[in-house]
């Protein structure tokens, strides 16, 4: 009995298969059940002699439980029935050998060893009415090899899928690393920017540090100048105590002159105190000025270990864009 679609009906009316050809295959399923053993022994004394094939069941199962799954088959062979299910099944067989590496080819010559054990067989057990039963066989395989092929063409066309899937996702990770890259572009050229900057601002303390030192220079100078000073009055007050000494001792208590070498030692004294005052004014200048020169110091040093930092960060951005260049890479090599 046939019970499908108007579409399956029409690819079954094309291979020609019928309502009697079922009906003459169920007619027959005693012959099938007969000889079903040899028909199933002879076709994989015939597999067995092919390496490839051995070495596939090798992998996938084993030639005994192999034999009862053909066993099962050839019986639905005589079934009489062609329905919804049926095709099913036999597209469902179809994608598991596809999957697991069968070719068509080693499939399709599987019906045409099938068809010579079968016509050879029922030539023997029905010698009046065997060309009929085969001719009913050879459509049965014809419509199974049909099956066959829609098997393996969806399976083609999911991997054909999955291909375009993988592709697509590939692209979306190119794309992707393409704008991480140049994300850190961006990082890159801010922190090349930034260590320009930081640069600049170095030289700029470095020249004021220079500036500070030649004040200080300078100062050091007034030091000197004050010192000379202070060495001058201090030879004046000298000279003018000992003349002073002199005209005493040659007035007796009459040396009245006396007094005014006093007033002059007296002014000399305050002149050498002021000498002092504007020698303690220019050391706290000193002062400031060498605090100046610390602080700018310690900015120069602050500022080259942000450099040192920002330039270990560019080290980073610097591998990261080398490791996302490699990924590209490999990626384009996936492609090709």
Do not use: C
């Not at 080819?105 to 065997?130: E, H, Q």
């Not at 490699?326 to 384009?332: I, Y």
């Amino acid at each position: 009995m046939i019970n499908v679609s108007a579409e399956r009906r029409k690819q079954l009316a094309y291979s020609g298969i019928n309502e009697k050809d079922l009906l003459l295959l169920k007619e027959n399923r005693p012959i099938f059940e007969q000889i079903v053993n040899e028909v199933v022994d002879r076709f994989y004394d015939r597999i067995e002699q092919q390496p490839e094939l051995m070495a596939l069941i090798g992998r996938v199962s084993n030639v005994d439980r192999l034999k009862e799954t053909q066993r099962v088959y050839w019986l639905s062979l005589a079934d009489g029935l062609i329905d919804e299910p049926f095709i099913e099944n036999r597209i469902r067989i179809g994608a598991v050998h596809s999957r697991i590496g069968l070719t068509t080819s080693w499939y399709l010559g599987a019906y045409l060893n099938y068809l010579d054990i079968a016509a050879d067989v029922l030539k023997r057990i029905l010698p009046n009415n065997w060309q009929a039963v085969v001719h009913a066989l050879t459509k049965m395989f014809n419509l199974d090899s049909q099956f066959v092929l829609e098997a393996y063409n969806q399976f083609e066309q999911q991997r054909i899928q999955e291909l375009a899937d993988s592709r697509s996702s590939m692209l979306h990770t190119v794309t992707t690393a393409v704008q991480e890259l140049a994300g850190l572009m961006v990082e890159l050229d801010e922190g090349a920017q930034s260590i320009a900057a930081t640069a600049i601002s170095t030289s700029h303390s470095q020249e004021l540090t220079h500036t500070l030192l030649g004040e200080l220079r300078e100062e050091l100078e007034g030091i000197g100048e004050m010192g000379t000073l202070i060495r001058g009055l201090s030879d004046q007050t000298h000279l003018l105590g000992l003349n002073a000494a002199i005209e005493a001792a040659r007035a007796g208590e009459h040396g009245r002159g006396f007094e005014v070498v006093a007033n002059e030692v007296r002014k000399l004294a305050s002149s050498s105190r002021n000498a002092l005052e504007g020698i303690s004014g220019k050391l706290n200048e000193i002062e400031k000025k060498l605090k100046a020169v610390r602080q700018e110091s310690e900015q120069t040093s602050l500022e080259a270990k942000n450099q040192a930092a920002r330039s270990q960060e560019l080290a980073t951005f610097v591998q990261m864009v080398d490791k996302v260049t490699k990924d590209l890479q490999q990626l384009n090599r996936s492609e090709q």
